[in-house]
Protein backbone atom coordinates (compact mmCIF):
# COMPACT_ATOMS: atom_id res chain seq x y z
CA UNK A 1 0.00 0.00 0.00
CA UNK A 2 1.02 3.82 -0.89
CA UNK A 3 1.71 5.97 1.90
CA UNK A 4 -0.18 9.65 1.99
CA UNK A 5 2.71 11.10 0.77
CA UNK A 6 3.44 8.60 -2.47
CA UNK A 7 -0.78 9.47 -3.19
CA UNK A 8 -0.46 12.65 -2.75
CA UNK A 9 2.60 12.78 -5.63
CA UNK A 10 0.31 10.21 -7.80
CA UNK A 11 -2.34 12.31 -7.70
CA UNK A 12 -0.62 15.66 -8.15
CA UNK A 13 1.16 14.18 -10.93
CA UNK A 14 -2.45 12.58 -12.98
CA UNK A 15 -3.39 16.39 -12.33
CA UNK A 16 -0.15 18.14 -13.33
CA UNK A 17 -0.17 15.94 -16.73
CA UNK A 18 -3.95 16.35 -17.00
CA UNK A 19 -3.48 20.51 -16.60
CA UNK A 20 -0.74 20.17 -19.40
CA UNK A 21 -2.82 19.04 -21.98
CA UNK A 22 -5.89 20.98 -21.53
CA UNK A 23 -4.13 23.97 -21.19
CA UNK A 24 -2.17 24.20 -24.19
CA UNK A 25 -5.46 24.05 -26.30
CA UNK A 26 -6.51 27.52 -25.16
CA UNK A 27 -3.21 29.23 -24.79
CA UNK A 28 -2.94 32.76 -27.09
CA UNK A 29 -1.06 32.35 -29.58
CA UNK A 30 2.77 33.71 -29.72
CA UNK A 31 5.85 34.88 -32.62
CA UNK A 32 8.32 32.30 -32.73
CA UNK A 33 10.88 35.06 -33.18
CA UNK A 34 13.87 33.96 -31.57
CA UNK A 35 17.09 32.29 -33.36
CA UNK A 36 17.79 29.49 -34.98
CA UNK A 37 20.44 27.12 -34.81
CA UNK A 38 21.99 28.01 -31.32
CA UNK A 39 21.40 27.32 -28.10
CA UNK A 40 19.17 30.07 -26.27
CA UNK A 41 20.30 30.01 -22.56
CA UNK A 42 17.42 31.72 -21.29
CA UNK A 43 13.87 31.77 -22.25
CA UNK A 44 11.14 33.21 -19.50
CA UNK A 45 7.90 31.22 -19.78
CA UNK A 46 5.94 32.87 -16.83
CA UNK A 47 7.19 34.64 -13.27
CA UNK A 48 9.35 32.33 -11.81
CA UNK A 49 9.77 29.64 -14.39
CA UNK A 50 12.59 29.74 -17.44
CA UNK A 51 14.74 27.29 -20.02
CA UNK A 52 17.51 26.95 -22.27
CA UNK A 53 15.86 26.68 -25.85
CA UNK A 54 17.12 25.09 -28.87
CA UNK A 55 15.12 25.35 -32.37
CA UNK A 56 16.73 23.60 -35.13
CA UNK A 57 17.80 25.76 -38.39
CA UNK A 58 15.16 23.43 -40.51
CA UNK A 59 12.16 24.31 -38.24
CA UNK A 60 9.52 26.38 -39.98
CA UNK A 61 6.46 28.16 -38.42
CA UNK A 62 3.15 25.97 -38.91
CA UNK A 63 4.67 22.69 -39.73
CA UNK A 64 4.81 20.52 -37.07
CA UNK A 65 7.67 19.48 -35.15
CA UNK A 66 8.83 17.00 -32.84
CA UNK A 67 9.93 18.17 -28.97
CA UNK A 68 11.91 17.20 -26.48
CA UNK A 69 11.22 18.64 -23.04
CA UNK A 70 14.62 17.96 -20.29
CA UNK A 71 13.92 17.77 -16.86
CA UNK A 72 17.57 18.13 -15.27
CA UNK A 73 17.49 16.97 -11.28
CA UNK A 74 19.42 19.81 -10.08
CA UNK A 75 17.97 22.47 -12.90
CA UNK A 76 21.33 22.81 -14.59
CA UNK A 77 19.36 23.70 -17.89
CA UNK A 78 21.87 23.95 -20.17
CA UNK A 79 24.33 21.20 -19.27
CA UNK A 80 21.56 18.78 -20.59
CA UNK A 81 20.56 20.89 -23.52
CA UNK A 82 24.22 20.98 -24.88
CA UNK A 83 24.01 17.23 -24.83
CA UNK A 84 21.49 17.21 -27.24
CA UNK A 85 21.82 20.47 -29.98
CA UNK A 86 23.44 18.23 -32.54
CA UNK A 87 20.95 15.44 -32.26
CA UNK A 88 18.23 18.11 -32.79
CA UNK A 89 19.60 19.68 -35.38
CA UNK A 90 20.06 16.60 -37.42
CA UNK A 91 16.45 15.12 -36.55
CA UNK A 92 14.40 18.58 -36.25
CA UNK A 93 13.85 18.52 -32.77
CA UNK A 94 12.76 21.76 -30.30
CA UNK A 95 14.78 21.52 -27.48
CA UNK A 96 13.53 22.73 -24.30
CA UNK A 97 15.19 22.60 -20.89
CA UNK A 98 14.18 23.98 -17.26
CA UNK A 99 16.13 25.82 -14.85
CA UNK A 100 13.36 24.91 -12.07
CA UNK A 101 13.45 20.91 -12.50
CA UNK A 102 14.67 19.17 -9.37
CA UNK A 103 14.81 15.90 -7.92
CA UNK A 104 15.44 14.49 -4.46
CA UNK A 105 12.23 16.44 -2.98
CA UNK A 106 9.09 18.00 -3.51
CA UNK A 107 7.82 16.63 -6.88
CA UNK A 108 5.85 20.38 -7.44
CA UNK A 109 8.27 22.18 -8.75
CA UNK A 110 9.35 19.60 -11.48
CA UNK A 111 5.34 19.16 -12.76
CA UNK A 112 4.93 23.17 -12.63
CA UNK A 113 8.66 23.69 -14.26
CA UNK A 114 7.07 20.79 -17.20
CA UNK A 115 3.54 22.48 -17.43
CA UNK A 116 5.65 25.87 -18.22
CA UNK A 117 7.95 24.90 -20.56
CA UNK A 118 4.86 22.91 -22.35
CA UNK A 119 2.54 26.36 -22.20
CA UNK A 120 5.31 28.40 -23.51
CA UNK A 121 6.34 26.29 -26.49
CA UNK A 122 3.15 25.20 -27.22
CA UNK A 123 2.26 28.96 -27.57
CA UNK A 124 5.47 29.95 -29.75
CA UNK A 125 5.60 26.84 -32.24
CA UNK A 126 3.95 24.41 -34.41
CA UNK A 127 4.25 21.57 -32.04
CA UNK A 128 3.43 18.07 -33.36
CA UNK A 129 2.06 16.54 -30.43
CA UNK A 130 2.29 13.28 -31.61
CA UNK A 131 6.17 13.02 -30.91
CA UNK A 132 6.46 14.79 -27.55
CA UNK A 133 9.64 13.77 -25.85
CA UNK A 134 10.81 14.06 -22.36
CA UNK A 135 14.54 13.64 -21.17
CA UNK A 136 15.22 12.98 -17.54
CA UNK A 137 18.25 12.56 -14.89
CA UNK A 138 17.77 10.50 -11.97
CA UNK A 139 14.64 11.40 -10.10
CA UNK A 140 13.19 13.56 -13.11
CA UNK A 141 12.92 10.36 -15.16
CA UNK A 142 10.86 8.79 -12.87
CA UNK A 143 8.36 12.27 -12.48
CA UNK A 144 8.90 11.74 -16.67
CA UNK A 145 7.29 7.81 -16.04
CA UNK A 146 4.60 9.01 -14.16
CA UNK A 147 3.69 11.56 -15.91
CA UNK A 148 3.10 9.28 -19.09
CA UNK A 149 2.02 6.70 -17.06
CA UNK A 150 -0.73 8.99 -16.19
CA UNK A 151 -1.92 10.33 -18.83
CA UNK A 152 -1.69 7.83 -21.64
CA UNK A 153 -0.67 9.89 -25.03
CA UNK A 154 0.57 12.55 -23.59
CA UNK A 155 3.84 11.30 -24.09
CA UNK A 156 5.33 9.91 -27.27
CA UNK A 157 8.72 8.49 -25.63
CA UNK A 158 11.06 8.78 -22.51
CA UNK A 159 14.62 9.38 -22.55
CA UNK A 160 15.63 7.68 -19.14
CA UNK A 161 19.14 8.84 -17.47
CA UNK A 162 20.58 6.91 -14.50
CA UNK A 163 17.27 5.73 -13.70
CA UNK A 164 13.76 3.91 -14.66
CA UNK A 165 10.06 3.68 -14.05
CA UNK A 166 8.19 4.75 -10.64
CA UNK A 167 9.19 2.00 -7.65
CA UNK A 168 5.91 1.83 -7.17
CA UNK A 169 4.63 1.82 -10.83
CA UNK A 170 6.77 -0.62 -13.16
CA UNK A 171 5.74 -0.90 -16.83
CA UNK A 172 3.16 -3.08 -17.62
CA UNK A 173 1.91 -4.38 -20.77
CA UNK A 174 0.11 -1.31 -21.76
CA UNK A 175 2.75 1.00 -20.73
CA UNK A 176 2.03 3.70 -23.57
CA UNK A 177 5.40 5.73 -24.52
CA UNK A 178 8.71 4.68 -25.77
CA UNK A 179 11.94 4.18 -23.53
CA UNK A 180 15.34 4.85 -24.39
CA UNK A 181 17.51 4.49 -21.05
CA UNK A 182 21.33 5.23 -20.75
CA UNK A 183 23.54 4.00 -17.77
CA UNK A 184 27.02 4.73 -16.86
CA UNK A 185 29.30 1.20 -16.33
CA UNK A 186 29.87 2.87 -12.61
CA UNK A 187 26.66 3.91 -11.77
CA UNK A 188 24.52 2.92 -8.42
CA UNK A 189 21.56 2.28 -10.06
CA UNK A 190 23.31 0.15 -13.01
CA UNK A 191 21.27 -3.56 -11.48
CA UNK A 192 17.99 -1.58 -11.81
CA UNK A 193 18.38 -0.66 -15.35
CA UNK A 194 19.50 -4.27 -15.87
CA UNK A 195 16.26 -5.44 -14.35
CA UNK A 196 14.08 -3.24 -16.22
CA UNK A 197 16.15 -3.65 -19.69
CA UNK A 198 15.10 -7.28 -19.09
CA UNK A 199 11.29 -6.53 -17.51
CA UNK A 200 10.92 -4.50 -21.21
CA UNK A 201 12.15 -7.55 -23.07
CA UNK A 202 9.69 -9.95 -21.43
CA UNK A 203 6.62 -7.49 -21.85
CA UNK A 204 7.57 -7.08 -25.69
CA UNK A 205 7.67 -2.95 -25.44
CA UNK A 206 9.82 -1.42 -27.77
CA UNK A 207 13.01 -0.04 -25.84
CA UNK A 208 16.77 0.47 -25.51
CA UNK A 209 19.07 0.92 -22.81
CA UNK A 210 22.25 1.93 -24.06
CA UNK A 211 25.57 2.30 -21.37
CA UNK A 212 28.51 4.02 -21.42
CA UNK A 213 31.76 4.48 -19.70
CA UNK A 214 30.65 6.86 -16.16
CA UNK A 215 28.71 7.07 -13.30
CA UNK A 216 25.70 8.64 -12.45
CA UNK A 217 25.14 11.10 -14.69
CA UNK A 218 23.91 12.10 -17.76
CA UNK A 219 24.82 10.72 -21.18
CA UNK A 220 27.53 10.98 -23.88
CA UNK A 221 26.54 13.13 -26.55
CA UNK A 222 26.53 10.43 -29.54
CA UNK A 223 23.96 8.78 -26.95
CA UNK A 224 22.21 12.00 -26.66
CA UNK A 225 21.97 12.30 -30.44
CA UNK A 226 21.11 8.02 -30.87
CA UNK A 227 18.23 9.03 -28.61
CA UNK A 228 16.13 11.28 -30.84
CA UNK A 229 17.78 8.89 -33.74
CA UNK A 230 15.84 5.80 -32.45
CA UNK A 231 12.18 8.25 -31.57
CA UNK A 232 12.73 8.98 -35.19
CA UNK A 233 13.12 5.57 -36.81
CA UNK A 234 10.01 4.62 -34.47
CA UNK A 235 8.29 7.75 -35.69
CA UNK A 236 8.59 6.15 -39.19
CA UNK A 237 7.57 2.95 -37.91
CA UNK A 238 4.26 4.30 -36.21
CA UNK A 239 3.39 6.74 -39.22
CA UNK A 240 3.40 9.89 -37.14
CA UNK A 241 6.38 10.45 -39.52
CA UNK A 242 6.90 10.50 -43.42
CA UNK A 243 9.24 7.51 -44.04
CA UNK A 244 12.96 9.08 -45.36
CA UNK A 245 14.72 5.70 -47.03
CA UNK A 246 18.10 7.13 -46.86
CA UNK A 247 17.98 7.82 -43.36
CA UNK A 248 16.15 4.84 -42.31
CA UNK A 249 19.59 3.04 -44.11
CA UNK A 250 22.17 5.76 -42.34
CA UNK A 251 20.82 4.36 -39.00
CA UNK A 252 20.66 0.80 -40.04
CA UNK A 253 24.75 1.40 -40.87
CA UNK A 254 24.97 2.86 -37.26
CA UNK A 255 23.10 0.47 -35.47
CA UNK A 256 24.94 -2.35 -37.07
CA UNK A 257 28.57 -0.94 -36.34
CA UNK A 258 27.87 -0.73 -33.02
CA UNK A 259 26.44 -4.32 -32.59
CA UNK A 260 29.42 -5.51 -34.57
CA UNK A 261 31.66 -3.57 -32.17
CA UNK A 262 30.20 -4.91 -29.17
CA UNK A 263 31.14 -8.65 -30.52
CA UNK A 264 34.56 -7.47 -31.47
CA UNK A 265 35.25 -6.71 -28.12
CA UNK A 266 33.47 -10.11 -26.73
CA UNK A 267 30.60 -8.51 -25.30
CA UNK A 268 27.38 -10.61 -26.59
CA UNK A 269 25.15 -9.71 -24.38
CA UNK A 270 24.78 -6.11 -25.24
CA UNK A 271 25.04 -7.67 -29.13
CA UNK A 272 22.25 -9.76 -28.60
CA UNK A 273 20.77 -7.02 -27.16
CA UNK A 274 20.53 -4.54 -30.10
CA UNK A 275 20.85 -7.11 -32.72
CA UNK A 276 17.24 -8.10 -31.05
CA UNK A 277 15.80 -4.71 -31.08
CA UNK A 278 17.51 -4.21 -34.50
CA UNK A 279 15.09 -7.11 -35.84
CA UNK A 280 11.88 -4.79 -34.40
CA UNK A 281 12.99 -1.47 -35.32
CA UNK A 282 13.28 -1.84 -38.48
CA UNK A 283 10.59 -4.60 -39.23
CA UNK A 284 8.17 -2.71 -41.82
CA UNK A 285 11.18 0.03 -42.90
CA UNK A 286 13.50 -2.73 -44.48
CA UNK A 287 14.94 -6.16 -43.90
CA UNK A 288 15.65 -7.13 -40.84
CA UNK A 289 16.68 -10.28 -41.77
CA UNK A 290 20.46 -10.05 -40.85
CA UNK A 291 20.07 -8.75 -37.30
CA UNK A 292 17.30 -11.56 -36.33
CA UNK A 293 19.96 -13.77 -38.06
CA UNK A 294 23.01 -12.66 -35.67
CA UNK A 295 20.58 -12.19 -32.75
CA UNK A 296 19.68 -16.17 -32.94
CA UNK A 297 23.09 -16.74 -33.33
CA UNK A 298 24.41 -15.25 -30.43
CA UNK A 299 21.35 -16.81 -28.08
CA UNK A 300 22.41 -20.19 -29.41
CA UNK A 301 26.63 -19.48 -28.30
CA UNK A 302 28.06 -21.03 -25.35
CA UNK A 303 29.56 -17.87 -24.93
CA UNK A 304 26.31 -15.99 -24.56
CA UNK A 305 25.03 -18.88 -21.99
CA UNK A 306 28.29 -18.53 -20.25
CA UNK A 307 28.18 -14.41 -20.09
CA UNK A 308 24.52 -14.43 -18.72
CA UNK A 309 25.24 -17.06 -15.98
CA UNK A 310 28.52 -15.18 -14.94
CA UNK A 311 26.66 -12.07 -14.63
CA UNK A 312 23.78 -13.08 -12.72
CA UNK A 313 25.80 -14.64 -10.03
CA UNK A 314 27.36 -11.35 -10.20
CA UNK A 315 24.40 -9.17 -9.83
CA UNK A 316 23.38 -11.87 -6.78
CA UNK A 317 26.64 -11.37 -5.10
CA UNK A 318 26.00 -7.53 -5.19
CA UNK A 319 22.68 -7.80 -4.45
CA UNK A 320 23.92 -9.99 -0.96
CA UNK A 321 26.25 -7.21 -0.55
CA UNK A 322 24.46 -3.92 -0.64
CA UNK A 323 21.57 -6.04 1.58
CA UNK A 324 24.06 -7.02 4.42
CA UNK A 325 25.22 -3.14 4.11
CA UNK A 326 21.87 -1.81 4.42
CA UNK A 327 21.14 -4.01 7.52
CA UNK A 328 24.28 -1.95 8.97
CA UNK A 329 23.39 1.34 8.18
CA UNK A 330 19.84 0.68 9.48
CA UNK A 331 21.79 -0.19 12.43
CA UNK A 332 22.75 3.25 13.09
CA UNK A 333 20.49 5.54 15.21
CA UNK A 334 20.66 8.29 17.16
CA UNK A 335 20.16 6.56 20.28
CA UNK A 336 23.06 3.92 19.95
CA UNK A 337 25.96 6.38 19.22
CA UNK A 338 29.02 6.84 19.99
CA UNK A 339 30.14 4.86 17.26
CA UNK A 340 33.18 3.38 15.68
CA UNK A 341 33.92 4.30 12.02
CA UNK A 342 36.49 1.47 12.24
CA UNK A 343 34.24 -1.24 13.03
CA UNK A 344 31.46 0.10 10.74
CA UNK A 345 33.83 0.33 7.76
CA UNK A 346 34.55 -3.30 8.45
CA UNK A 347 31.46 -4.36 8.55
CA UNK A 348 31.22 -2.80 5.20
CA UNK A 349 33.84 -4.34 3.94
CA UNK A 350 35.27 -0.94 2.41
CA UNK A 351 38.78 -2.08 2.33
CA UNK A 352 37.80 -5.28 0.21
CA UNK A 353 35.95 -3.00 -1.72
CA UNK A 354 38.72 -0.59 -2.74
CA UNK A 355 40.55 -3.40 -3.26
CA UNK A 356 38.88 -4.91 -6.08
CA UNK A 357 37.85 -1.46 -7.23
CA UNK A 358 41.11 -0.23 -7.74
CA UNK A 359 42.34 1.06 -10.97
CA UNK A 360 43.90 -1.23 -13.24
CA UNK A 361 45.35 -1.53 -17.25
CA UNK A 362 41.96 -3.01 -18.40
CA UNK A 363 38.62 -2.12 -16.26
CA UNK A 364 37.07 -6.12 -15.38
CA UNK A 365 33.42 -6.46 -14.86
CA UNK A 366 34.34 -7.02 -11.06
CA UNK A 367 36.21 -3.76 -10.55
CA UNK A 368 33.18 -2.07 -12.04
CA UNK A 369 30.72 -3.94 -9.70
CA UNK A 370 33.00 -2.99 -7.03
CA UNK A 371 32.66 0.80 -7.67
CA UNK A 372 29.21 0.62 -8.27
CA UNK A 373 28.89 -1.10 -4.80
CA UNK A 374 31.40 2.01 -3.47
CA UNK A 375 28.93 4.45 -5.52
CA UNK A 376 25.61 3.16 -4.21
CA UNK A 377 27.36 3.42 -0.83
CA UNK A 378 28.53 6.78 -0.66
CA UNK A 379 25.40 8.35 -1.94
CA UNK A 380 23.53 6.52 1.01
CA UNK A 381 25.83 7.64 3.62
CA UNK A 382 27.01 10.95 1.87
CA UNK A 383 23.79 12.55 0.91
CA UNK A 384 20.19 10.47 1.22
CA UNK A 385 21.28 8.96 4.80
CA UNK A 386 22.50 12.54 6.58
CA UNK A 387 19.36 14.42 4.77
CA UNK A 388 16.91 12.07 6.80
CA UNK A 389 19.04 12.67 10.04
CA UNK A 390 19.21 16.26 9.21
CA UNK A 391 15.19 16.26 9.09
CA UNK A 392 15.22 14.72 12.52
CA UNK A 393 17.96 17.20 13.77
CA UNK A 394 20.11 14.42 14.89
CA UNK A 395 23.19 16.10 13.28
CA UNK A 396 26.02 13.66 15.58
CA UNK A 397 24.44 10.76 13.04
CA UNK A 398 24.21 13.01 10.30
CA UNK A 399 27.99 13.60 10.75
CA UNK A 400 29.03 10.34 11.35
CA UNK A 401 27.44 9.16 8.20
CA UNK A 402 29.19 11.65 6.01
CA UNK A 403 31.88 10.56 7.97
CA UNK A 404 31.60 7.11 6.47
CA UNK A 405 30.91 8.85 2.77
CA UNK A 406 34.46 10.60 3.22
CA UNK A 407 36.00 7.17 4.09
CA UNK A 408 35.19 5.85 0.77
CA UNK A 409 35.95 8.72 -1.11
CA UNK A 410 38.61 10.69 0.91
CA UNK A 411 39.41 13.38 -2.11
CA UNK A 412 36.36 14.47 -3.40
CA UNK A 413 36.30 18.23 -1.78
CA UNK A 414 31.73 17.62 -1.69
CA UNK A 415 31.64 15.66 0.73
CA UNK A 416 33.77 17.71 3.21
CA UNK A 417 31.85 20.41 2.40
CA UNK A 418 29.07 18.54 3.09
CA UNK A 419 30.56 17.55 6.73
CA UNK A 420 31.43 21.09 7.45
CA UNK A 421 27.63 22.26 6.89
CA UNK A 422 26.24 19.48 8.88
CA UNK A 423 29.24 20.39 11.99
CA UNK A 424 28.58 24.04 11.36
CA UNK A 425 24.84 23.15 12.00
CA UNK A 426 25.32 21.40 15.13
CA UNK A 427 27.43 24.32 16.43
CA UNK A 428 30.83 22.70 16.05
CA UNK A 429 32.67 25.50 14.79
CA UNK A 430 36.12 24.60 14.94
CA UNK A 431 35.16 21.46 13.07
CA UNK A 432 33.50 22.63 10.49
CA UNK A 433 35.93 25.52 9.33
CA UNK A 434 38.63 22.69 9.81
CA UNK A 435 36.61 20.47 6.90
CA UNK A 436 35.77 23.57 4.77
CA UNK A 437 39.13 24.17 4.34
CA UNK A 438 40.25 20.78 3.15
CA UNK A 439 37.00 21.15 1.27
CA UNK A 440 38.49 24.26 0.00
CA UNK A 441 42.35 22.85 -0.24
CA UNK A 442 40.73 19.70 -2.39
CA UNK A 443 39.01 21.96 -4.93
CA UNK A 444 35.65 23.11 -4.23
CA UNK A 445 35.07 25.76 -6.21
CA UNK A 446 31.63 27.28 -5.69
CA UNK A 447 32.00 30.29 -4.06
CA UNK A 448 28.43 30.75 -4.87
CA UNK A 449 26.94 28.27 -2.61
CA UNK A 450 29.51 28.85 0.06
CA UNK A 451 29.33 32.44 0.54
CA UNK A 452 25.21 32.16 -0.11
CA UNK A 453 24.55 28.69 2.18
CA UNK A 454 22.25 29.48 5.45
CA UNK A 455 23.70 26.35 7.31
CA UNK A 456 27.01 28.40 7.58
CA UNK A 457 25.86 31.31 8.39
CA UNK A 458 27.23 31.02 12.02
CA UNK A 459 31.30 30.83 10.55
CA UNK A 460 31.33 33.66 8.86
CA UNK A 461 32.20 35.80 11.41
CA UNK A 462 35.48 33.39 12.14
CA UNK A 463 38.89 34.91 11.18
CA UNK A 464 39.63 31.73 9.41
CA UNK A 465 36.31 31.97 6.98
CA UNK A 466 37.81 35.17 4.92
CA UNK A 467 40.93 32.60 3.81
CA UNK A 468 38.67 30.11 3.07
CA UNK A 469 36.61 32.08 0.75
CA UNK A 470 39.73 33.36 -1.03
CA UNK A 471 40.87 30.00 -1.83
CA UNK A 472 37.51 28.53 -3.09
CA UNK A 473 37.53 31.59 -5.37
CA UNK A 474 41.28 31.37 -6.86
CA UNK A 475 39.68 27.20 -7.59
CA UNK A 476 36.95 28.75 -9.25
CA UNK A 477 39.22 31.40 -11.11
CA UNK A 478 41.83 28.22 -11.91
CA UNK A 479 38.68 26.21 -13.25
CA UNK A 480 37.44 29.11 -15.36
Known amino acids: MRSKAQLAAALLLAWAATAVVANAQTLPPAPASLPKGQ ?60 YQSASDGPVAPTLKAMQAMWNDTHRRFTVDDK ?26 GVVGAGAGFPYERQPTAAT ?46 ELAAGALAWFDLRAMKAGTRAKDSAEVDALWQEDLARARGFEAAGQPIPALRLYSAMADDYAGLRDPAEARKKADEIAGSPRWKAAVREQEAARKRDQRFLADAGRTLAGLTADNGPWSLGKVAGDLRLAELKVRAAPAKEDTEDALAARRVLNALYVQTGFYLPQQAIEHKHYALAAFLVEIAAEIRPDDPAIWYTLGSVHARAGLRKKAIEELQKAADLGWSDAGELTGDPDLESLRGDPAWPAIVETVRRKAKEKG
Not at 45 to 63: C, F, K, M, N, Q
Not at 88 to 95: D, I, K, Q, T, W
Not at 143 to 155: D, E, I, K, R
Not at 202 to 220: C, E, K, N, V, Y
Open 39 to 98: LIPKVDAEPGESYALYIPTSYVPGRRSPILYILDARGRAELPAKLFVAGAERYGYLVASS
Open 131 to 156: RIYVAGFSGTVRAACFMGLSVPGSLT
Open 176 to 221: PFLFFGTIGDRDFNYDEMQTLESRLTDLHLPHRIAGFSGTHQWMPE
